[in-house]
T-cell receptor, first 119, second 109 residues
Framework: EAGVAQSPRYKIIEKRQSVAFWCNPISGHATLYWYQQILGQGPKLLIQ????????DSQLPKDRFSAERLKGVDSTLKIQPAKLEDSAVYLCASSLVTGTRSSYNSPLHFGNGTRLTVT | RKEVEQDPGPFNVPEGATVAFNCTYS??????FFWYRQDCRKEPKLLMSVYSSGNEDGRFTAQLNRASQYISLLIRDSKLSDSATYLCVVTGSQGNLIFGKGTKLSVKP
């Protein structure tokens, strides 16, 4: 089974520039997540898709971050304009089942991540 | 109270030791619990799910205490290759999966 694919692996940009990341989830996984992981911290959820609909984007800084999953498969995450504090690893994950507020969630499968450095 | 809390460590233990980590969570309605392992500069990988009755996978044992709202991970006979950060994952109040900040384990020869 092919895993979650992400690109690019690394990206270095200057502040105020734009950047985009791409993710292809595991085939058949309806749920796709973007996480931001700053060095020394656990992954923080930015946005969660169920097929092509947004389930949760409450922690996405919408003034500069956007994400889409138009056909319910691949997804892109964009930052425009980037700030120094956006330097982090951006992890894409997918899963089979997403529960409601209290019901069962299946495990997440992560891609290798994109390491972003903003200078 | 944070949704998921873990002791960041580091836990420095000798090979062969037994080590245990705890993780507390705030959402009493949580139904999904996992332990992930993350190696330096790598993505998190599922170590094991945590079931209500507790479960074991080789040297690893996971337990859930709903009354006190914590989960635990016990590693027996530690190996050098167990050195990593262990992330606790719990269903949050919005139904999504919330990660703790992780507990760093270093197993020494």
């Amino acid at each position: 089974e092919a895993g979650v694919a992400q690109s690019p692996r690394y990206k270095i940009i200057e502040k105020r520039q734009s950047v985009a990341f791409w993710c292809n989830p595991i085939s058949g996984h309806a749920t796709l997540y973007w996480y931001q992981q700053i060095l020394g911290q656990g992954p923080k959820l930015l946005i969660q898709f169920q097929n092509n609909g947004v389930v949760d984007d409450s922690q996405l800084p919408k003034d500069r971050f956007s994400a889409e999953r138009l056909k319910g498969v691949d997804s892109t995450l964009k930052i425009q304009p980037a700030k120094l504090e956006d330097s982090a690893v951006y992890l894409c994950a997918s899963s089979l089942v997403t529960g409601t507020r209290s019901s069962y969630n299946s495990p997440l499968h992560f891609g290798n991540g994109t390491r972003l450095t903003v200078t | 109270r944070k949704e998921v809390e873990q002791d960041p460590g580091p836990f420095n233990v000798p090979e062969g030791a037994t080590v245990a980590f705890n993780c507390t969570y705030s959402n009493s309605a949580s139904q999904s619990f996992f332990w992930y392992r993350q190696d330096c500069r790598k993505e998190p990988k599922l170590l094991m799910s945590v079931y209500s009755s507790g479960n074991e996978d080789g040297r690893f044992t996971a337990q859930l205490n709903r009354a006190s709202q914590y989960i635990s991970l016990l590693i027996r006979d530690s190996k050098l290759s167990d050195s990593a950060t262990y992330l606790c994952v719990v269903t949050g109040s919005q139904g999504n999966l919330i990660f703790g900040k992780g507990t760093k384990l270093s197993v020494k020869p």
